[in-house]
């Protein structure tokens, strides 16, 4: 999560604090400050976790194809390298 997430997240959480405060309730600045920035985190990381999984059959072709790609560059430069020692 961005320093800027954190910040925002802190003055959002702040401020709704604070207005709770004055109604007459008697709430934590931090506790509720490091509550909303854990939950933001586990967000965060489950997004990022379902971001990078092939989850559609699509997307699993796609990988399929690119680590296909990869191989074939791989072999391709192992040939050059071996080339490269023969000269």
């Known amino acids: 999560m961005s320093e800027r997430a954190k910040a925002i997240i802190t003055i959002i959480v702040t401020a709704a604090v604070n ?6 309730f008697a ?3 931090d506790a509720w400050v490091s509550v ?3 939950i933001a985190s586990a ?6 976790w379902w971001k990078n ?4 059959a ?3 072709q796609a990988q399929a194809t690119l680590d296909h790609l990869k ?3 791989k072999a391709l430069e192992a040939r050059e390298e ?3 020692d023969d000269e």
């Open 19 to 24: 207005v709770a405060n004055v109604c007459g």
């Open 36 to 38: 909303a920035l854990s």
């Open 71 to 73: 191989a074939e560059r």
């Open 43 to 48: 967000i965060t990381v489950l997004w990022a």
């Open 58 to 60: 699509e997307a699993i």
């Open 82 to 84: 071996m080339e490269d």
């Open 27 to 29: 709430f934590d600045v």
């Open 53 to 56: 999984q092939n989850v559609t």
